[in-house]
């Protein structure tokens, strides 16, 4: 693992989601408490991070919010834990444009409140550093990207475009829900009103030190109730897998 130096690094989950494609099987709680392998889905987010030695992280609330700031509190383990509430939908890039504003180190992780990428956070961090990046995107490999779109990037790791979902499109490099960005660069996102970070700001941020960093790692989300029974089988293996830490 690289050692990550965790004073210039908050982290943002973005958990305000409506979750209406899972409404079938989870209906009673936010999406990122939905019970996944015996434990809500949102607490694996936060392994990732406290193994990266991140101490605070931002919560980005809407639907039912006050559920998750109820079940977590305001720590988990040494972490702290701190809300952002959406008023209003917000989307992607609203909602972490409203949690950067109380943001003071110098970088910023996003992550998906419904997505899991097996990745150590900190090798991700140590990229972002030593590339000299305003962004970087954690990009994963998958055989079919129709359902996700995909991330080009060149021969140096620069993003060169985004491609919307297209059927039959075949293996490629999806977004994989994580992100390293410099918070002054989050500050330029229109506050007050709903932005989508994936089609109205990363488009804008293409050729202006926008980087990759490419895992071919387990990936897992949980926004479909077939996606949501595929990541309940991967994490009840990955906790019986003997030698694996459980928090």
Same mark, same amino acid.
């Given at each position: ?8 690094a ?9 979750g209406?494609?899972l ?6 709680r ?10 809500p ?11 990266a ?13 006050e ?20 008023a ?8 972490t ?9 110098? $970088?910023?992780?996003?992550?998906? /409140? ?12 140590t990229? $972002? ?18 359902r996700?779109g995909?991330?080009?990037?060149d ?36 506050? /007050? ?17 926008f ?8 990936f897992?989300?949980?926004?479909t ?14 906790d ?6 459980r928090?």
């Open positions: 693992m690289s050692e990550a130096r965790s004073g210039d908050t982290a943002i989950i973005l958990a305000g989601g409506r209406t494609r409404a079938s099987v989870v209906s009673d936010p999406k990122p408490l939905a019970d996944v392998g015996g434990r889905f949102i607490t694996r987010l936060l392994d990732q991070l406290a193994a030695n991140i101490r605070e992280s931002i919560l980005c609330t809407g639907h039912m919010g559920l998750i700031a109820d079940e977590l509190g305001d720590a988990y383990g040494e972490m702290r834990l701190a809300y952002s509430q959406e209003e939908p917000l989307g992607t890039g609203g909602a444009r409203l949690a950067a504003e109380t943001v003071t180190t110098e $970088h910023t992780i996003v992550m998906n /409140g419904d997505a899991y990428c097996d990745v150590d956070v900190a090798d991700l961090l990229a $972002h550093r030593d590339g000299s990046a305003l962004a970087t995107i954690l990009v994963t490999r998958v055989e079919d990207a129709s996700y995909s991330v080009e990037s021969d140096g790791g620069s993003v060169t475009a985004f491609r919307e979902k297209q059927p039959g499109v075949g293996a490629g490099w999806i977004n994989a829900g994580v992100y390293v960005v410099a918070t002054r660069r989050l500050l330029t996102i229109p506050a /007050g009103r709903a932005v989508s970070l994936e089609r109205e700001v990363f488009p804008l941020w293409v050729g202006d030190r980087h990759v960093f490419r895992a071919e790692s387990a897992i989300d949980i926004g109730p077939e996606s949501y029974a595929a990541a309940e089988a991967f994490f009840r293996n990955v019986d897998s003997p030698g694996r830490s928090a």
